[in-house]
């Protein structure tokens, strides 16, 4: 039988939710403060902590603190005021499994201690399971991050750039958790009609307007008891990131012609290419939203980050493609692999897999020449010599001059020679690259880019 302490100065509120807990066939102690707590914990093993976070000896940080360091496998959910969301999302950056607030609903405690009191009966995912190639330590790191979040509820937000598989990990973050069962809803909000935004993600009722012919759910509802994923985040309207915050803190939707709200029970994983907190400087994107998807921020490594990794991908990309194609697996031809090792990979793992779809297509056999990529290898420009390494005599604006040449020629050829990217890349408009490249003499005419990547 399961084990839960419960820990609150107040006793009808301790009373209610032993009763509660009880009624499940949990088993409940009681601490009235931190202290208590801390004694009580030391003494038996728990399956579940349900605290406050204002008692009269401490704060719940302080006891979300003591268990992740000292019985990380034990989930605590904290109880908050009614509206102090921003204290909820302190205990989730803490390590809070989840939150609820006062009053206590208790139709949703009861879901909130079902799913905490199941990772200690969630099997252990295999690792031949991972869609996540790779054995580089930024990929070992990522995995290590991964299994942490999965025993959490709190909103993730993955940043990294196009191509090197946000959504994948989003979804490893989903199977690894105790909603692996439930769907798992990937949408990219930059696909959807403005609009059509509100009624593909909160749905509508029949007649609500003119074409509505019948009830349709929406993606919020679609993903009820699981996770939605929002990709490409930061290309939301305005008008819609104001409706999107209010369903993530009220937990609940209403359908576009419906009176009533409905409850929702989603854990949210955003993610996107730009840099969030550049949109919000800018006035792009909601402060207040960013706060609530930015919880537990995490980074997916860019395809060069991990160059050990290249071989492994291009196997596994080759042999699944023989397998789809019917075809036998081809080789990569000893040059191939090193152009490939080679290449910077702006695209990340999409660009190598398009590569290698592409290089199968035009190759004769079974080998794979390096022809066949049709890829350049740049060497990277050598990074800017430090400051004492400036020549005696030399004028220091001539100095910064080559700095400032080099770093710009070293963007340029990471994204071969794409100046909007490349802007992007320096932190800089592409206005500001086309002046400094014309000091330079390096650039060739005042067309845009559209046409300036290899394919």
């Given at each position: 039988?399961?084990?839960?302490?419960?820990?609150?100065?107040e006793?009808?509120?301790?009373e209610?939710?032993?009763i509660?807990?009880?009624?499940?066939?949990?088993?409940?102690?009681c601490?009235?403060d931190?202290?208590?707590?801390?004694?009580?914990l030391?003494?038996?093993?728990f399956?579940?902590?349900l605290?406050?976070?204002h008692l009269?000896?401490?704060s719940?940080l302080e006891l979300i603190?003591?268990?992740?360091?000292?019985w990380?496998?034990?989930?605590v959910?904290v109880i908050?005021?009614y509206?102090?969301m921003e204290?909820?999302i302190t205990?989730?950056?803490?390590?809070?499994?989840?939150?609820i607030?006062?009053?206590?609903?208790?139709?949703?405690?009861?879901?909130l201690?079902?799913a905490?009191l199941?990772?200690?009966?969630?099997?252990?995912?295999e690792?031949?399971?991972?869609p996540?190639?790779?054995?580089?330590?930024a990929m070992?790191?990522l995995?290590?991050t991964?299994?942490?979040?999965?025993?959490s509820?709190?909103?993730?937000?993955?940043?990294?750039?196009?191509?090197?598989?946000?959504e994948l990990?989003?979804?490893?973050?989903?199977d690894?958790?105790?909603?692996?069962d439930?769907p798992?809803?990937p949408?990219?909000c930059?696909?959807?009609?403005?609009?059509?935004?509100e009624?593909?993600f909160?749905?509508h009722?029949?007649?609500s307007?003119?074409g509505a012919?019948?009830?349709?759910i929406?993606?919020?509802?679609?993903a009820a008891?699981?996770t939605?994923?929002?990709d490409?985040?930061?290309d939301?309207p305005?008008?819609?990131?104001?409706?999107?915050?209010?369903?993530?803190q009220?937990k609940?939707?209403?359908?576009?012609?419906a009176?009533?709200?409905i409850?929702?029970?989603?854990?949210?994983i955003?993610?996107?290419?730009k840099?969030?907190?550049?949109e919000?400087?800018?006035?792009?994107?909601?402060?207040d939203?960013?706060y609530?998807l930015?919880?537990i921020?995490?980074?997916?490594p860019?395809l060069r980050?991990?160059?050990?990794?290249?071989?492994l991908?291009s196997?596994a990309?080759l042999?699944?493609m023989?397998?789809?194609w019917?075809?036998a697996?081809p080789r990569?031809?000893?040059?191939?692999?090193?152009?490939?090792?080679?290449?910077?990979?702006?695209?990340?793992?999409?660009?190598l897999?398009?590569i290698?779809?592409?290089?199968?297509?035009?190759s004769?056999?079974?080998?794979i020449l390096?022809?066949?990529?049709q890829?350049?290898s740049p060497s990277?420009a050598?990074?800017?010599?430090p400051a004492?390494?400036l020549p005696?005599g030399?004028?220091?604006e001539?100095?910064?001059q080559d700095?400032e040449?080099?770093?710009i020629?070293?963007a340029?050829?990471?994204?071969r020679?794409?100046r909007?990217?490349?802007?992007?890349k320096?932190?800089?408009?592409?206005?500001?690259?086309?002046y400094r490249l014309k000091?330079?003499?390096l650039?060739q005419?005042d067309?845009?880019?559209?046409?300036s990547?290899?394919a």
């Amino acid at each position: 039988m399961s084990l839960a302490l419960i820990v609150d100065d107040e006793p009808d509120i301790r009373e209610l939710l032993a009763i509660t807990l009880t009624r499940m066939g949990v088993t409940t102690a009681c601490a009235e403060d931190l202290a208590c707590a801390r004694q009580t914990l030391a003494g038996r093993r728990f399956d579940l902590v349900l605290t406050d976070m204002h008692l009269p000896d401490g704060s719940g940080l302080e006891l979300i603190a003591d268990i992740q360091r000292d019985w990380p496998q034990t989930p605590v959910a904290v109880i908050t005021a009614y509206g102090s969301m921003e204290t909820a999302i302190t205990a989730l950056k803490a390590g809070a499994y989840d939150f609820i607030c006062k009053p206590i609903d208790l139709a949703r405690l009861r879901e909130l201690v079902s799913a905490a009191l199941s990772l200690a009966q969630c099997p252990p995912v295999e690792d031949a399971d991972d869609p996540l190639l790779g054995s580089s330590e930024a990929m070992q790191s990522l995995r290590r991050t991964l299994h942490k979040l999965a025993r959490s509820q709190a909103p993730v937000f993955i940043h990294g750039e196009s191509g090197s598989g946000k959504e994948l990990v989003a979804h490893r973050i989903h199977d690894l958790g105790t909603r692996a069962d439930q769907p798992f809803i990937p949408v990219n909000c930059g696909a959807i009609p403005i609009e059509l935004m509100e009624t593909e993600f909160f749905g509508h009722k029949k007649g609500s307007f003119t074409g509505a012919q019948e009830d349709k759910i929406g993606l919020f509802q679609a993903a009820a008891g699981g996770t939605l994923f929002l990709d490409e985040v930061a290309d939301l309207p305005l008008s819609m990131q104001v409706k999107l915050l209010r369903a993530i803190q009220e937990k609940s939707v209403r359908p576009v012609g419906a009176t009533r709200e409905i409850a929702i029970d989603v854990r949210i994983i955003s993610a996107t290419h730009k840099d969030l907190t550049a949109e919000v400087e800018a006035g792009r994107f909601r402060q207040d939203l960013f706060y609530r998807l930015h919880v537990i921020p995490l980074r997916v490594p860019a395809l060069r980050e991990r160059r050990e990794d290249i071989a492994l991908l291009s196997d596994a990309f080759l042999t699944r493609m023989a397998e789809d194609w019917g075809i036998a697996t081809p080789r990569l031809h000893a040059q191939a692999r090193q152009r490939l090792q080679n290449y910077l990979f702006p695209g990340n793992v999409r660009e190598l897999q398009n590569i290698l779809e592409r290089a199968v297509t035009l190759s004769d056999g079974q080998l794979i020449l390096a022809e066949h990529l049709q890829i350049e290898s740049p060497s990277p420009a050598p990074p800017p010599s430090p400051a004492q390494d400036l020549p005696a005599g030399a004028a220091l604006e001539e100095y910064l001059q080559d700095i400032e040449r080099r770093a710009i020629l070293q963007a340029l050829e990471e994204t071969r020679w794409n100046r909007t990217l490349a802007a992007k890349k320096l932190g800089m408009s592409f206005r500001s690259l086309r002046y400094r490249l014309k000091k330079m003499g390096l650039d060739q005419d005042d067309g845009d880019d559209a046409g300036s990547g290899q394919a």
